[in-house]
């Protein structure tokens, strides 16, 4: 069992597991986390994935891994790594079951004392609007012939629809379209799953939560950004759905005889990979890109239907009810980028599994608003606690691959969390504080409650004493919307 022995203490905020840890590792692993969360990660098995992760062949530099780390399946949860596109392999399990889960942040100018007893109201309406749950539909159902082109298309798909505006657009990560995508690649099964699916939240983790801005730390950040001081903002968290979890349980399957086709040893079956030059690993990157392309149009078709409610709950009633995109960014997903470990450029593929993108000021790839702050970083915590607005820094292109945590990570399974929580209780308690909530089961309910989670203002600390983000401003949840 790793102990905290085995690690050297880099700085407060940074410790390295070196490759002479166990004789199989090609790189060392570091992890960005203070003392006593780098403790918390030690009592599952996800630094112990870290170390299995760093034994593939054709990774650079080191694993890096965030300080909200929870064990997952074969690539810890908080886990990067950046795999050569010469020599190295891409991973299913390094990017994750639902690819391209992640957030969208809209801002408005709507003041929390204007929205007053409009809440419970919104709250209602957007439970409505919003299908969430396993397995629900979404708003339309595709022909395979759309399907295959939202995900070809992502968010222009949405754009050409009517559905997006161009500033949606610019501020989604890769302006929401992945190159290369291939639905070719993805199984008739997938297609099925995904087709009725487009629109829809789903469950688990997924939520919608309305925000007032509850603190601004870096004031111009957040001008550009359109958050201000005591105005509601919305966060929208899901992904691509049973499309996208079909699409990797087909690959782990398909790549378990790559492994012995092309001789790669893995301490552990959930690392099935293949060389990322590979048919097989072409095909996956293909079919990995699809998926994220639905999810970009999924996140999208949310937002407008949070828009129309907004609309019908404020439009007549208020000044300037409308909402803006402030990011749509991603946390399981693998991108070809271009780092530099020791002095040498190299081209990889960046595995990045509950992690998200924190690019600097100037880096490549930031909308144009973006460019002089760094990309906006968006840290969602549990249902009642805060959630955070970051920006990269050009510190994390060096030290993690451009990469940052993505929530406040999980220490309680979801089975132990339905033990110890009974979920009409934690409704109650949420409501006493001030948060509307509605959800589609209660079980579900106590899967989430924020004991579940790591304590997320130690999250943040942990990044931003390591350099990897700046803060800029912090959220507070008043209805949270749950499958």
Not at 51 to 59: A, D, F
Not at 213 to 234: H, N, S, T
Request: proline share 4%; aromatic share 6%; charged share 20%.
């Amino acid at each position: 069992m790793l102990s905290l022995k085995a690690f050297r203490k880099i700085t407060d905020f940074e410790w390295e597991l070196p490759k002479s840890y166990r004789s199989d590792m090609r790189i060392p692993v570091r992890i960005f986390t203070s003392e006593k969360l780098l403790k918390l990660a030690l009592k599952d098995k996800a630094l112990q994935q870290a170390v299995n992760v760093s034994t593939l062949p054709g990774l650079v530099g080191w694993v890096a891994v965030m300080p909200d780390v929870h064990q997952g399946y074969g690539f810890p949860i908080g886990g990067v790594a950046a795999s050569n596109m010469e020599d190295g392999i891409i991973s299913p399990g390094g990017i994750g079951y639902d690819i391209n889960c992640g957030v969208r942040l809209m801002a408005s100018r709507i003041r929390r004392e204007e929205a007053g007893e409009l809440l419970p109201g919104l709250a209602s309406l957007l439970n409505r609007l919003c299908p969430s749950g396993v397995g629900v539909k979404g708003a339309m159902k595709l022909s395979v012939q759309e399907l295959d082109a939202v995900c070809r298309q992502g968010t222009a798909w949405a754009l050409r629809k009517g559905l997006a505006t161009k500033q949606d657009l610019q501020r989604t990560e890769d302006q929401g379209c992945l190159a290369g995508a291939d639905p070719g690649k993805v199984s008739p099964r997938a297609k099925e799953r995904g087709r009725s699916q487009l629109g829809s939240l789903g469950a688990g983790n997924h939520f919608i939560e309305v925000d007032v801005v509850d603190e601004v730390f870096d004031p111009k950040a957040a001008f550009i950004m359109g958050l201000e001081k005591g105005c509601l903002a919305v966060q929208v968290h899901t992904g691509s759905r049973g499309f996208g979890h079909q699409i990797c349980t087909d690959y782990v399957r398909a790549l378990q005889s790559a492994v012995h086709k092309y001789h790669i040893q893995i301490p552990d079956r959930e690392l099935v990979c293949a060389p990322i030059k590979s048919r097989e690993g072409q095909d996956y990157l293909a079919a990995m890109r699809a998926a994220a392309n639905f999810a970009f149009v999924n996140r999208q078709m949310i937002a407008n239907a949070v828009r129309e409610g907004f609309e019908i709950t404020f439009g007549g009633r208020v000044d300037h009810w409308q909402l803006t995109q402030v990011y749509d960014i991603t946390h399981n997903i693998g991108k070809v980028e271009t780092h530099t470990v020791d002095g040498v450029a190299y081209q990889v593929c960046v595995h990045r599994k509950g992690a998200t993108r924190a690019f600097g000021p100037g880096a490549d790839g930031l909308p144009e608003a973006y460019a002089q702050i760094g990309q906006p970083v968006l840290v969602p915590g549990s249902m009642g606690t805060h959630s955070w607005v970051l920006t990269g820094s050009k510190e994390s292109m060096a030290r993690s691959f451009g990469s940052c945590c993505h929530g406040a990570g999980r220490v309680m399974s979801r089975s132990q969390a339905k033990k110890k929580v009974w979920g009409e209780d934690l409704q109650r308690q949420l409501q006493r504080a001030g948060i509307e909530i509605r959800a589609g089961s209660m079980a579900g309910l106590a899967e989430e409650a924020p004991e579940a989670y790591k304590d997320v203002d130690q999250v943040i600390m942990s990044v931003i004493g390591a350099g990897l983000a700046s803060r800029v401003a912090r959220l507070k949840p008043l209805i949270v919307i749950k499958g």
